[in-house]
């Protein structure tokens, strides 16, 4: 069974740099891509990116300039790097597994606070 | 972007019922659409893929259907599992985006 355990700090100031990292167990890490999706509180998903063995990223064009997901296939991790944090980078990430474009695996999910 | 509109957000029912949840693409995307169910503090889970492809575990009474710009998810007999909210995901092209999401609450 695949499990995807994910970590990284929950409270941040404006200005900082979230930094979260994905870790998964079971499957097969290369055959897929791996993504980050964020959910604010009360509101819906927001996708974020993706990231292949590889290195081969795709990124959500309104944050492309912020964001950075890099993987290291050594210990099956991939990790999101987002840049200068405000307010309303505040929510619930989730890393997950992509099948065929689909999330069939998730993470448990890491509440950011971004809060001065 | 491709933009999608679910309706309703909010929807009141019956555990027995039969349920319809909408999701309108701005732009066809043929049938790259998924379906998720999210309960409170989890993470969402795959129920539909590919418009009508039913995910492996996920009960039989959840259906899909659709093409182009309109889809529906339909649960033929609602369960008291079943009250969680819904998503549906375009994937035909990035960024993949969601709808807002529709809440099931019991009635």
């Known amino acids: 069974q695949v499990q995807l355990q994910q970590w990284g700090a929950g409270l941040l100031k404006p200005s900082e740099t979230l930094s979260l990292t994905c870790a998964v167990f079971g499957g097969s890490f290369s055959r897929y891509y791996w993504s980050w999706i964020r959910q604010p509180p009360g509101k819906g998903l927001e996708w974020i990116g993706e990231?292949?063995?590889?290195?081969?990223?795709n990124y959500n064009p309104s944050l492309k300039s912020r964001v950075t997901i890099s993987v290291d296939t050594s210990k099956n991790q991939f990790s999101l790097n987002l840049s200068s944090v405000t307010a309303a980078d505040t929510a619930v990430y989730y890393c997950?597994?992509?099948?065929?474009?689909?999330?069939?695996?998730w993470g448990q999910g890491t509440l950011v606070t971004v809060s001065s | 972007d491709i933009q999608m509109t679910q309706s309703p957000s909010t929807l009141s029912a019956s555990v027995g019922d039969r349920v319809t949840i909408t999701c309108r693409a701005s732009?066809?995307?043929?049938?790259?659409l998924a379906w998720y169910q999210q309960k409170p503090g989890k993470a969402p889970k795959l129920l539909i893929y590919k418009a009508s492809g039913l995910e492996s575990g996920v009960p039989s009474r959840f259906s899909g259907s659709g093409s182009g710009t309109e889809f529906t998810l339909t649960i033929s007999s609602l369960q008291p599992d079943d009250f969680a909210t819904y998503y549906c995901q375009q994937y035909n092209s990035y960024p993949y985006t969601f709808g807002q999401g529709t809440k099931l609450e019991i009635k």
């Open positions: 990231i292949n063995h590889s290195g081969n990223t």
């Open positions: 997950a597994r992509v099948a065929g474009a689909v999330y069939d695996f």
């Open positions: 732009q066809s995307i043929s049938t790259w």
